[in-house]
């Protein structure tokens, strides 16, 4: 199991300057293997929407919530959400 800290989702989604190293990270690591605190949440939340990143947040809260058959679902996700 791996808790990432709120900083590591934003280095990624706000496409700061470790975000590629991030990516690389999330590739790594199972999806079922991926856990994410409320506070780290509600810390997200609270940066996208400040940003005006409302569509980020909506499309970050269902790909954490769902796993499909796609190998890492918050990959895909937190490359098309830092576009």
């Known amino acids: 199991m791996y808790l990432l800290d709120t900083n590591i989702w934003l280095e990624r989604l706000l496409e700061q300057q470790q975000s ?3 990516r690389q990270l999330l590739e ?3 999806p079922e293997q991926l856990c994410i ?3 780290a ?23 954490i ?3 499909s058959g796609n ?3 918050l990959v895909g996700w937190v490359e ?4």
């Not at 098309?80 to 576009?83: I, P, Q, R």
């Open 80 to 83: 098309s959400a830092a576009v």
């Open 65 to 67: 919530l769902s796993v």
């Open 71 to 73: 190998p890492n679902p």
């Open 37 to 39: 605190s409320d506070f």
């Open 41 to 63: 949440l509600h810390s997200i939340a609270l940066a996208l929407t400040r940003r005006q990143r409302q569509e980020a947040w909506l499309r970050f809260v269902q790909d």
């Open 28 to 30: 790594q690591i199972a």
């Open 20 to 22: 590629e190293v991030v």
